[in-house]
C-alpha cells in the first residue's frame, strides 16, 4: 500500500528522520530540500487549516505556498525543540490576518459572475450532494470571524493543544478555548439539521 | 440541556482532560441522554469539519510548486522584476529602429532576440549594458511574449571597423560564438531555476571556464556558490563564494557572498 501523507501516520514514517528542527537550521543554511521534507511532513495540517480558514480551495493552496516560503525565510526564528507544526500554524495564521481584505475582495469579484446551473448526469450525483454538503460547511465556517476559524483551524484540524495555539496567535490560553467554544456554538446552530 | 457536565464534555473534545475525568465522563455519557446526544453532535461536527487529505498527485504538484518558488535565487528574482521596465526601454528603441533598417536594407535576417522559451520573461546579464547604438543587426524581430536581452556582445551588436553592412560571414561566426555563450549560460541557469542544483553549480563551472571574457562570468561565480549552497555542499559553496569575492571585491553580489562565504 502507497505511504499516506495522513498526519496520523506521520511519526512513524519520519522515525529515525531529523527532527523539524534540524531541518529548519539546514533551511536556514540555503539549503532546499529539507524544506520539501518539512512540506511532506507537515503539507496535510497547513493545508486543511488554510482550507478552513480561508473557504476556498486556490486561496488555501496560495496560503500554503506562501506559508512555507515564509517559514524558508525565517527558518532562523524556529525554536528547536519540538514538531513544527505550532510554528507553520502561526506562520498561516499571520498570513491569513494580513491577507483577510484580499480574500474578501476576490471572493466577492468573483462571486459576482455568478455560475449558470446545470442539470448533473445521473453517476454525478451523489458526487455532486457530497460536493454540495462540502461546499455548505465550507460556507458556514467562513462565515464565522477570522479569529475563530484561526482557533477552529489550529485546535481541531491542527491538532495543537490551547498552549500551542495561544502561542501562535499571541493571545491568553483563555481567549482560545472561548472562541473555540464560541466557534463551536456557532456551527452547531448552523449546522444544526446537518449534524443530526 | 442544563447538565452541568456538559463543560466536561467540550473540553474532552479540546483534548484538556486527563485519563480519570475521561473515564468519569464516560460513565456519565452512558446515563445522561442530554449530554450523549451533544457528544453526538459535537463528534459529527469535527467529521464535518475534517478536510480530506491531498492525493499524491496534489501533493506532488504543490511540493514541486513550492521548491521551485523557493529555489528562485535572489539575482534572478530582481531581475524579473526589472523585465517589464527593461523590455520598454530597450524594445520601443529597437522596434522602431529595427523597422527603419529592415525598410533600408534587403540583408537577410539575424534575430538577435531568441524565441520565447519558458513561460516566464526573463533577461540576462545586466540590463543597463546593452549600448542603445545602432550596430550591424540588419533587423530585429519581436513578437508577443518573453523576450531575452542579450547583453553586449562586441561582434554582433557593435560596429568594429567602417566597413559596408552586412558583413555577413563574420557576423554569422561571432554570433554563432555569441549564441554558444548564451546557450551554455541559459542552460545552467535552467538546471539552478529547476533545482537540479548540483547539475546547475557544474554547467556554472563550465561556463566560466569556456568563456572566461564573457560579461556573465561575475554571474555565473556567484550563482556557482549559490547552487553549491543550495545542493547542501556548504565548504564548496563557502570556497565558491571566497572565489567570487576575491575576483569581483566590488562585485553587485558581493553581500550576499559573503554571506554564503561566513
Not at chain 1, 498526519?7 to 528522520?17: F, S
Not at chain 1, 500551542?164 to 467554544?181: F, M, Q, S
Not at chain 2, 445522561?32 to 506532488?60: F, Y
Request: hydrophobic residues 45%; positive net charge.
Amino acid at each position: 500500500m502507497t505511504a499516506r501523507l495522513s498526519v496520523a501516520t506521520l511519526p512513524e514514517e519520519i522515525r529515525d528522520e531529523p527532527s523539524d528542527g534540524e531541518l529548519f537550521a539546514r533551511v536556514a543554511r540555503g539549503e532546499i530540500g529539507p524544506l520539501g521534507t518539512l512540506f511532506d511532513r507537515h503539507h496535510a495540517a497547513v493545508r486543511a487549516f488554510a482550507r478552513r480558514v480561508t473557504g476556498d480551495a486556490a486561496d488555501a493552496d496560495d496560503l500554503v505556498q506562501e506559508t512555507f516560503l515564509t517559514a524558508q525565510r525565517a527558518a532562523a526564528s524556529f525554536e528547536p525543540g519540538g514538531t513544527a507544526r505550532p510554528f507553520l500554524l502561526g506562520v498561516a495564521a499571520q498570513l491569513a490576518r494580513r491577507r483577510r481584505r484580499t480574500f474578501a475582495r476576490l471572493r466577492a469579484f468573483l462571486t459576482s459572475f455568478g455560475e449558470a446551473p446545470r442539470a448533473p448526469l445521473p453517476d454525478q450525483e451523489a458526487a455532486l450532494a457530497a460536493a454540495e454538503e462540502a461546499a455548505h460547511v465550507n460556507a458556514v465556517v467562513a462565515s464565522l470571524p477570522l479569529e475563530h476559524r484561526l482557533v477552529l483551524g489550529m485546535v481541531e484540524l491542527g491538532g495543537l493543544t490551547g498552549v500551542e495555539a495561544a502561542k501562535a496567535l499571541d493571545v491568553p490560553v483563555g481567549t482560545v478555548w472561548r472562541r473555540l467554544h464560541e466557534a463551536r456554538g456557532m456551527l452547531r446552530k448552523k449546522l444544526e439539521r446537518r449534524l443530526r | 440541556m442544563t447538565c452541568p457536565e456538559l463543560v466536561l464534555l467540550e473540553a474532552s473534545f479540546d483534548r484538556r482532560l486527563g485519563a480519570s475525568d475521561e473515564a468519569t465522563l464516560a460513565r456519565h455519557l452512558a446515563t445522561c441522554a442530554a449530554c450523549s446526544a451533544r457528544h453526538r453532535e459535537l463528534a459529527a461536527l469535527s467529521t464535518a469539519l475534517r478536510v480530506p487529505d491531498p492525493t499524491p498527485l496534489e501533493h506532488k504538484r504543490a511540493r514541486l510548486a513550492l521548491l521551485r518558488a523557493a529555489a528562485v535565487v535572489p539575482s534572478a528574482d530582481r531581475r524579473r522584476r526589472w523585465v517589464p521596465a527593461v523590455a520598454l526601454v530597450f524594445a520601443a528603441p529597437l522596434a522602431v529602429w529595427a523597422g527603419t533598417s529592415a525598410w533600408r536594407s534587403a540583408a537577410p535576417r539575424a534575430p538577435i532576440v531568441a524565441p520565447p522559451s519558458s513561460s516566464q520573461p526573463s533577461v540576462s546579464g545586466s540590463p543597463s549594458a546593452v549600448p542603445a547604438v545602432p550596430s550591424p543587426t540588419p533587423s530585429v524581430e519581436a513578437s508577443d511574449g518573453p523576450a531575452r536581452i542579450e547583453p553586449p556582445r562586441a561582434a554582433s551588436l557593435r560596429p568594429t571597423d567602417a566597413s559596408p553592412r552586412p558583413r555577413a560571414p563574420a557576423a554569422a561566426v561571432a554570433s554563432r560564438e555569441g549564441d554558444g555563450a548564451s546557450r551554455a549560460f541559459r542552460e545552467a541557469i535552467d538546471a539552478v531555476s529547476q533545482g537540479d542544483f548540483a547539475d546547475g553549480a557544474k554547467k556554472m563551472d563550465a561556463f566560466r571556464a569556456a568563456h572566461p571574457t564573457d560579461a556573465r562570468v561575475e554571474e555565473a561565480a556567484f550563482l556557482q556558490a549559490v547552487a553549491l549552497q543550495r545542493a547542501g555542499r556548504l565548504d564548496e559553496a563557502k570556497a565558491a563564494a571566497r572565489r567570487y569575492l576575491a575576483s569581483y571585491p566590488a562585485g553587485a553580489h558581493r553581500a550576499q557572498a559573503a554571506r554564503i562565504a561566513d
